[in-house]
């Protein structure tokens, strides 16, 4: 299996609503990524987890909280987000916590609105 | 601070044509790694093809080639052959060791938006 599945893959929230996005990988890698790309624009990292663990992008509000249940799963929970965040949010994963020759395998992303 | 160039906003090319895309990047590391991903309008990045800062040969996957000049800081992407469905937007890319948490996130450089014509 050399996928990585990202549910939703569209999402349409209210500036009120709480979601989840979530990101499931079965290649057995060990770092985990989030990037938020808006329209014509290139990805931006968000968080990174390594081993299970956090590295924390300060930049990143609040209105974003992720989590990492276990090595295969990755969510990111959503609250009172406002309308600038509507983007493509994309999930990868990568070897050893450094992408090599093996590279980063991306999801096929969700596509949040919040209206 | 890692940084990537990509100077082409977008390209038009004839089916069938070689097309040359262009990379700079900026980094102070001895030790990197550069990828180019494409991104159809789906889209799912997909991984096309890696250099190593280290790597002697320039690399090669099928109809991508990268023709990598270390001491001029460019990677670029060379297509040959082009068909319609390589369409998309095109993203060069390095793996950032900054990103912390012992793990490398990428930085992306702007890309560009191929059409190949028919």
């Known amino acids: 299996d050399t996928e990585v599945t990202q549910t939703p893959k569209h999402l349409v929230m209210g500036m009120t609503n709480k979601k989840s996005l979530k990101c499931e990988q079965h290649?057995?890698?060990?770092?985990m990524y989030w990037y938020k790309q808006k329209a014509k624009k290139p990805p931006e990292l968000m968080f990174v987890y390594s081993y299970e663990k956090l590295s924390i992008n300060e930049s990143v509000p609040s209105r974003f909280s992720p989590e990492c249940p276990n090595s295969s799963l990755l969510n990111l929970h959503l609250h009172a987000l406002q309308p600038e965040d509507s983007a493509l949010y994309l999930c990868a994963s990568s070897q050893a916590g450094t992408g090599g020759a093996d590279g980063y395998t991306f999801g096929s992303g969700t596509r949040l609105t919040v209206v | 601070a890692q940084k990537i160039t990509q100077t082409q906003p977008g390209m038009f090319v004839q089916e069938k044509e070689a097309v040359t895309l262009d990379c700079t990047y900026d980094?102070?590391?001895?030790?990197?790694?550069l990828f180019w991903y494409k991104q159809p309008s789906s889209g799912e990045m997909i991984f096309l093809i890696y250099q190593g800062s280290y790597d002697e040969q320039n690399a090669t996957e099928g109809r991508y080639s990268l023709n990598f000049q270390k001491a001029r800081k460019s990677a670029n992407l060379v297509i040959s052959a082009s068909q319609l469905g390589d369409s998309a937007m095109y993203f060069c890319?390095?793996?950032?060791?900054?990103?912390?948490?012992?793990?490398?996130?990428?930085?992306f450089g702007k890309g560009t938006h191929l059409i190949i014509q028919p």
């Open positions: 890319a390095m793996r950032d060791p900054y990103s912390g948490g012992g793990a490398d996130g990428l930085t």
């Open positions: 980094t102070s590391d001895q030790s990197y790694g």
């Open positions: 290649m057995g890698h060990r770092a």
